[in-house]
């Protein structure tokens, strides 16, 4: 692995020639790619807002938290600006069992000239810590609130990290960034959706800088992005038919915010659908593989009326069907 | 099942469906039918539109759909407030407005959903043709709205007009165009501004009211039987949106009692020394107890029900996971401290870790709350099984359970209204009858004990007069005071509240109208979530959430099934 622990970012690129966006602002960026540099996905859209509050994050040092429904692309988008800006980036997936000594480093054995020898081994903390590299914390709320405050210090901007198995303070790199990504906002498990999310302290989300909000996207937007990843839907048919799957997307949202629905689809469920259209060339049956069969069955048939309003046509489980 | 169960039972499928669907396309969260009336919350919504009421025996699954569509635009579409300021004073021309508006939204069903757009026209074609079939045509002033009706849309949507009726039109709408052309060509032009299409909407509505009254005069010259049959219908169209269309539910809205609205709402109990609360095993002698009950488990033994597998379905719609203690022993987790000093004795040993283990708990209380008044009597035995099976099932669930009762004391307001009578009669006493409240199973008595006191459900001089409103507070008050997490209050009932002697003292819809403030009030609050189990009758004008269920002659799980869809319903 190279060292880029002396790497710095050397140039400054326009947001609005990067992004798409209107917006004066320039950004630095690293002219090399290092190994932790994500790939560039060429189709993937930005949402303005979210992406000037992560920018922010990049610009001026500030704690990103991106909050959002699942399959809205919330990591998705901090990498891909990541990948944009050549910057080193690492992901870690928060669970129940991420315990303190996963973050902080451990004791282990290793070989040594042949001889077992026990030595203190970095965490993940601590080492994207000393590099600039913007560490993403996902699933933020699904970590224990109690772990959670081994990184109390480092999400002020000029916070130390102590180490007290060695007894060494870590300064943070000037270019070491933190973002994280959580369903809820600390709240926990509020409507049944997010099984496993904890309530955070909030002690600790007041030290988050910036909170941006990732919501579902408009239906203009949803559909480009479904274009995007099924170019053989971007024909005009393809048009059509995709912007009937994003209004039942739409109204399955809104089923689910009125409490009618017990799950609702996400932009990533459009785009399975979208794939499972080409696959099984039948609007219908893609719909039932791809989201029908994860409803209850009791609320199937309310689906199905969403079904007929945007296709004008009658699936399976539709009452119409049931009573003749 | 007989038809007309079965088909009220469709009735409520489609009506569930629709307020899913109003709500999905309007993102309204709190909006559904009470009987036909969509509500928002407790409040009805305005009349709308004539093609928006459709009747249940006549018009088919399409039509609701489009009703339900058109509804949800235009609450989507149509800005309320703003409606309520350019809606003009005369009630003909409000009618026009009111339903060119509607035209309006249901012109701008977005180009991504065909569907809606087919069921639109769907509705407005079946509409059409109940109006020109029940003869309402006929006439001068029919025959004028309908066609104002028919251009207007085809107009404003662009589709055209109903085929059927086309010709019948022509005369009409020559003599039409040359007065409401231009606002018409306008509506088309404006349909997504609701200010300006407002103008050309006021300008029709002006003019065609102004043609409506001429040709009023003219008709009365030729009055005959069938037209004077038409002219009422049309008439009564009218009347129906004037009665509904302001929100002013003063006088003739049905099931209020205007004793409580006057008086804001303060309901009044005229005594409450002969009030009771009893325990039902106090109810009768042990031997008769012992027989009911005996009479009860036959009739559980016929149902062939499996309380097993209801127990198990109710634990999963009830209990939520909690953490529970830890798991020694274990090959990986967190390292379990007690176990170290054994890694010294012996190394090889690898089961150190303790992992947190997760259970269902149900943090739940149900209460079932039976109505005992007079009719009840017949449907004792049904209901006395499927009551008791479920009491069995929850608790094997973990869920706490009640089964609570109501009558009263006496007929025709026993000694309360007796007393009333010596006091000189005041006006407005309020309730008028000795409350009895019956405990057949306390939340801290397990199912085994309350067995015997089921069997008093059998006895057949309980049953009354009912007086719900009070029960259900006092079975709500009941449930607040346990301290489980969640409350089901869950009323077995077969009609509206009833006691002669009340309404009599008071006025005719004293009673219900207690109920409904009672429910709507503990709806609000949100502490205790009501369901109510209609015993072959709708019970949604007064509860939320509410399932008719055929109790007498089904046979098998059907009624465990629609009962725990009920409770699936109230979770959320």
Request: contains cysteine.
């Amino acid at each position: 692995m190279t060292d880029i622990t002396a790497s710095t970012p050397d140039r400054l690129l326009s947001v609005r020639e990067l992004f798409g966006i209107d917006s004066d602002l320039r950004v630095p960026a690293f002219a090399e790619r290092s190994e932790h540099v994500p790939d560039i996905d060429s189709v993937y859209r930005f949402q303005p807002d979210v992406t000037l509050a992560i920018l922010a994050g990049f610009m001026r040092d500030r704690r990103v938290m991106v909050q959002g429904l699942h399959g809205t692309g919330k990591s998705t988008h901090i990498e891909q600006i990541a990948a944009r800006l050549n910057w080193p980036c690492v992901r870690v997936n928060l669970d129940g069992h991420i315990s303190r000594l996963d973050l902080v480093g451990k004791d282990a054995v290793v070989l040594r000239d042949g001889q077992q020898v026990t030595e203190f081994q970095e965490g993940i903390v601590p080492w994207a810590l000393q590099r600039p590299v913007a560490l993403i914390f996902d699933e933020y709320d699904a970590g224990r609130p109690d772990v959670m405050f081994v990184i109390q210090r480092i999400l002020e901007r000029d916070g130390q990290f102590t180490l007290m198995d060695q007894n060494r303070v870590l300064r943070p790199h000037a270019f070491f960034r933190l973002f994280a990504t959580a369903n809820t906002v600390g709240l926990g498990n509020l409507n049944g959706l997010y099984h496993g999310a904890q309530r955070l302290n909030h002690a600790q989300i007041d030290r988050w800088n910036i909170v941006a909000s990732l919501d579902y996207l408009a239906a203009a937007e949803e559909l480009a992005i479904v274009q995007a990843r099924v170019p053989a839907l971007a024909d005009e048919a393809g048009t059509k038919l995709v912007r009937s799957m994003v209004a039942v997307a739409d109204l399955t949202r809104k089923g689910f915010a009125a409490g009618d629905l017990s799950t609702l689809m996400s932009p990533r469920t459009v785009i399975t659908w979208a794939e499972n259209v080409e696959i099984f060339k039948d609007v219908a049956l893609a719909f039932r593989l791809s989201f029908v069969n994860k409803c209850d069955e009791a609320e199937r048939p309310l689906v199905a009326e969403y079904f007929q309003r945007c296709f004008d046509l009658e699936l399976k489980e539709s009452h119409r069907l049931a009573v003749s | 099942m007989s038809d007309t169960q079965q088909r009220i039972r469709q009735q409520q499928r489609v009506t569930e469906l629709c307020a899913g669907m109003v709500r999905a396309v309007s993102g309204e969260g709190n909006l559904h039918f009470r009987g036909p009336r969509l509500h928002r919350g407790q409040e009805p919504l305005p009349w709308f539109a004539p093609h928006l009421h459709p009747s249940a025996d006549s018009d088919d699954f399409g039509s609701f759909r489009g009703v339900a569509d058109g509804l949800g635009l235009r609450l989507a579409r149509s800005n309320a407030a703003l409606h309520a300021t350019l809606t003009p004073e005369d009630p003909t021309e409000r009618f026009i407005f009111e339903m060119l508006e509607q035209f309006r939204v249901e012109a701008l069903a977005p180009d991504a959903m065909p569907g809606m757009t087919r069921n639109l026209r769907h509705r407005h074609i079946q509409w059409s043709l109940d109006f020109h079939h029940s003869g309402m045509t006929d006439t001068a002033r029919g025959l004028l709205i309908y066609a104002v009706a028919q251009i207007c849309r085809a107009r404003v949507t662009g589709q055209q007009v109903v085929e059927e009726t086309e010709d019948m039109l022509e005369a009409t709408r020559f003599g039409l165009s040359p007065l409401i052309g231009h606002a018409l060509a306008g509506l088309r032009r404006d349909r997504a501004d609701q200010t300006a299409y407002a103008a050309h909407a006021r300008d029709i509505a002006h003019t065609v009211a102004g043609l409506l009254a001429d040709a009023g005069d003219e008709g009365d010259a030729e009055r005959n039987g069938k037209q004077a049959d038409a002219r009422r219908a049309l008439f009564s169209l009218l009347a129906d949106m004037d009665a509904e269309v302001g929100e002013a539910f003063t006088a003739a809205q049905a099931g209020r009692s205007q004793l409580l609205d006057s008086a804001s709402g303060a309901y009044r109990i005229f005594t409450t020394a002969y009030d009771s609360v009893h325990d039902a095993a106090t109810l009768a002698r042990k031997e008769v107890l012992a027989s009911h009950r005996e009479r009860i488990d036959r009739r559980i033994a016929d149902q062939g029900v499996n309380v097993a597998r209801l127990a198990r379905q109710l634990r999963a719609l009830l209990s939520e996971p909690a953490r529970d203690g830890w798991d020694g022993g274990q090959e990986d987790g967190h390292i379990d401290g007690r176990r170290l000093a054994q890694l010294v004795a012996s190394p090889t040993e690898r089961r150190l870790f303790r992992q947190e283990r997760q259970s269902s708990v149900a943090d739940c209380a149900v209460t079932f709350l039976i109505d005992c008044s007079g009719s009840m009597k017949a449907h004792a035995e049904s209901v006395a099984m499927v009551v008791d099976v479920f009491a069995r099932a929850l608790e094997q669930a973990g869920v706490t359970s009640e089964v609570l009762g109501y009558t009263t004391g006496a007929w025709n307001g026993g000694r309360a209204r007796r007393e009333w009578q010596r006091a000189g009669r005041p006006s407005h006493p309020g309730r008028l009858n000795e409350r009895c409240h019956i405990v057949f199973k306390g939340a801290e008595t397990p199912w085994r004990r309350a067995r015997q006191a089921m069997g008093a459900l059998l006895k057949a001089d309980l049953f009354r007069e009912g007086i719900d409103g009070e029960a259900v507070e006092w079975a709500c008050a009941r449930l607040l005071a346990r301290e489980e997490s969640r409350k089901l209050l869950l009323v077995v009932s077969d009609g509206s509240p009833m006691d002669s002697a009340t309404e009599l003292a008071n006025d005719a819809h004293y009673l219900e109208h207690h109920l409904r403030d009672v429910v709507a009030r503990h709806e609000q609050g949100g502490r205790v979530q009501i369901g109510g189990i209609g015993v072959g009758l709708d019970l949604s004008p007064y509860y939320r959430c509410s399932q008719i269920v055929d109790i007498a002659d089904s046979t098998g799980n059907t009624v465990f099934a629609e009962l725990t869809g009920l409770i699936a319903r109230l979770r959320r």
